[in-house]
């Protein structure tokens, strides 16, 4: 965000944090790669979930794990992890 102003959208995903996003808009000033390695699956072995902007948090990104489920909801270890 402090390079381009604004974070990457859902559709380029995490991966703009590897790579320079091929999908639009464009940022003006990607300088990156901004993480070392690839970014980490969550606990149970599962993609992040990357919502931008966010529904919870539209100034800003949602980001989620669907816990050892992998589904919306439940509860202990399938209990989703969130960022708010």
């Excluded at 990104?61 to 708010?84: M, R, T």
């Amino acid at each position: 965000r402090l390079d381009n102003g604004r974070y990457p959208t859902t559709a380029q995903g995490l991966q703009t944090l590897r790579a320079a996003p091929t999908v639009q808009p464009l940022p003006n000033n990607w300088q990156g790669p901004y993480l070392r390695k690839e970014v980490p699956l969550d606990p149970w072995r599962n993609s992040y979930i990357f919502i931008s902007p966010g529904t919870v948090n539209p100034t800003g990104y949602d980001l989620l794990s669907l816990g050892a489920d992998g589904e919306y909801g439940g509860e202990g270890e399938d209990l989703d992890v969130v960022s708010w």
